[in-house]
């Protein structure tokens, strides 16, 4: 089985790479920084340099990626943006959340979306519970709150254009990264364990769904 996972230097990216590579799965994963990818290359994982912020790094995949097939690809590249909805985003601040949580994968699924297993396979995004409109109780972090949400948007509206493809997006917990800091409740370990599961459990019948790494479905 064979894996492309975005965003694997650190955190959940890396622990996911580690969990795939243990179970026997090809896994290319990539970083944004040269100096990230020989720890990759020496956890067995064919090591691939990728910015999603970078136009000319996405529309290398065209050619670097040329003949390859996956069985699973997920996005977790991502940055958080900290403050409430009286902290008003500047457009350079909005553009580079955005940019980094929504549209890099928009602007990688049409060359991704055909090297699934001949479009059957699946897509996963790493999104939060913080993208839940439903399920909002405050407004902290509202910018990634948005950017959540967007690419929820984005993963339910992908899945009518490519049907073959079980399209999802999971929120992993609340995760001891450098995002999710010391406080966080979930070791990186727990938390690609359940992920690993839900995304096995997964079958064309969910595409578009919107899950914790419990398995429970969210509201959106
Ligand atoms: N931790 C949590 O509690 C939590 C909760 C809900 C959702 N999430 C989501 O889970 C995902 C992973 O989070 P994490 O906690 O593991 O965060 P993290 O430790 O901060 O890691 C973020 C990852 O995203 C990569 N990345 C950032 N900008 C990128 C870019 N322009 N191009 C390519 N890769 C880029 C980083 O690469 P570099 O090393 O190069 O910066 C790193 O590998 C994110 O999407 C996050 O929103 C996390």
Same mark, same amino acid.
């Given at each position: ?85 009286? *902290? &008003?985003?500047?457009? !350079? ?6 940019? =980094?949580?929504?549209? $890099?994968?928009?602007?990688? +699924? ?53 049907? *073959? &493809?079980?399209?999802? !997006? ?6 001891? =990264?450098?995002?999710? $800091?010391?406080?966080?409740? +979930? ?34």
């Amino acid at each position: 089985m064979r894996a492309l996972i975005i965003g694997a230097t650190r955190g959940i990216g890396l622990g996911l790479t580690q969990r795939y590579l243990a179970d026997g799965w090809h896994v290319t994963a990539t970083a944004r920084r040269e100096a990230d990818l020989p720890q990759l290359q020496s956890l067995g994982a064919k090591p691939l340099k990728l910015d999603v912020t970078l136009p000319s790094s996405i529309m290398s995949m065209e050619w670097v990626l040329a003949g390859e097939q996956y069985d699973l690809v997920i996005y977790v590249a991502g940055i958080l943006s900290r403050g409430p909805a009286t *902290a &008003v985003p500047t457009q !350079a601040e909005f553009d580079l959340v955005m940019h =980094t949580n929504v549209l $890099g994968m928009m602007q990688l +699924l049409p060359c991704l979306a055909p090297k699934l297993a001949n479009q059957h396979g699946k897509w996963i995004a790493i999104s939060s519970g913080m993208g839940s409109i439903a399920e909002a109780q405050s407004s902290a972090n509202w910018l990634y709150r948005v950017s959540k949400a967007a690419l929820n948007m984005a993963i339910r509206s992908a899945a009518f254009d490519y049907p *073959a &493809v079980t399209f999802a !997006a999971l929120c992993p917990g609340w995760v001891k =990264t450098d995002m999710g $800091g010391p406080q966080a409740t +979930l070791e990186v370990a727990d938390s690609v364990q359940g992920l690993r599961q839900v995304i096995a459990g997964l079958s064309l019948a969910d595409s578009g769904c919107y899950k914790n790494h419990l398995g429970h479905s969210l509201s959106w």
